[in-house]
């Protein structure tokens, strides 16, 4: 049972799991305190908690063994036990486990219908089970948000982890209140101290029609970049290519697409290709939608807007800004592979209620 709204109820959530699929934070022992404070939050929920065996071995043995990182994926996914698969944290190179997971089919071997929570890299994960036609939950993840240094998990945050536990899904995501500026440090000496916050204006609608539909998917567009562009990773276009990891045009036809940056906080330059990318792909020829997360710290949001209207250039697409989705606090969970209903004038997006379709 868990306390929600002031309710016991039960939960669908019994058995969690923890990996490192990208970034090797979590083993490192001065992120000791930060892994206490996540612990004994879903302690306190009820939840059973194991971290899979190389998830904690920190960033330099995961950095050089991304089949290790693979092993933990595939375990956690063939572990009856397991509800929930929580991703410690993101990084840039998730894109490595490729040829671990796809070489003679183990992830596809290995897919059951459990939950799989992350964001940021973790997008290529993401992208990697839809693949394989399993759908997925992307927006939070244990360190950034579990872990989260205020007195109490952001009202937000937790409302929507709380929901996914509690009910398997999520049904319906509206606006928050407030976003909170990012920290300029995470050590020790944060914990307790709360975030600086803003009121929220809501779902801004940038052009087309305020109601669309269709399956939502995507994620942070500086790692969506990195699949066509060699300057960070010059193998990782050649592996995405080989595996087919990006769907082509017809398989984007009537989905929405979800973008948000990352705290690299890319400059307008950057975004504008990242925007030419999806573009010379047929994306946004083929989709009903596009749905955007609030910049971290709102950086460049005005020139992101602009670059949005000018890149895509089909004025009747429908372009939905601003949502507390990715690497800006507070984070809701978006449901990817169910059908969703956008409404920028009711300022909500709802989900149907059927599960577990591709």
Known sequence: MISYDGKEVCRVVKNVSIVSLSSGLAGEEFEKFALDIGLKRLKDYGLNVKFMPNALKGIEYLNAHPEKRAEDLVQAFKDPDTDMILCAIGGDDTYRLLPYLFDSDELKNAVSEKIFLGFSDTTINHFMLHKLGLPTFYGQAFLTDICEMSSEMLPYTRKYFEELIRTGTISEITPSDVWYEERTAFDESQVGVPLKEHKCKGFELLQGSPVFSGKILGGCICSMYDMFD?????????????????????????????????????????????????????????????????????????????????????????????????????????????????????????????????
Not at 244 to 266: M, T
Not at 332 to 345: K, L, T
């Open 230 to 358: 060699s300057e960070r990773y010059p193998d990782m276009p050649v592996l995405c290519r080989k595996y087919g990891l990006f769907p082509d045009r017809e398989e984007w036809k009537g989905r929405i697409l979800l973008l948000e940056s990352s705290e690299e906080k890319p400059s307008p330059e950057k975004y504008r290709r990242a925007l030419e990318y999806l573009r010379d792909e047929g994306v946004f020829e083929a989709v009903s939608g596009v749905l955007l997360g609030k910049p971290m710290d709102e950086t460049y949001s005005e020139e992101y807007k602009k670059l949005l209207v000018s890149v895509i250039d089909r004025p009747e697409l429908p372009i939905v800004y601003d949502l507390n989705i990715g690497h800006a606090n507070p984070r809701c969970i978006m449901p990817f592979g169910r059908e969703a209903v956008v409404d920028a004038e009711k300022q909500s997006i709802c989900f149907s209620d059927r599960k577990h379709t591709k």
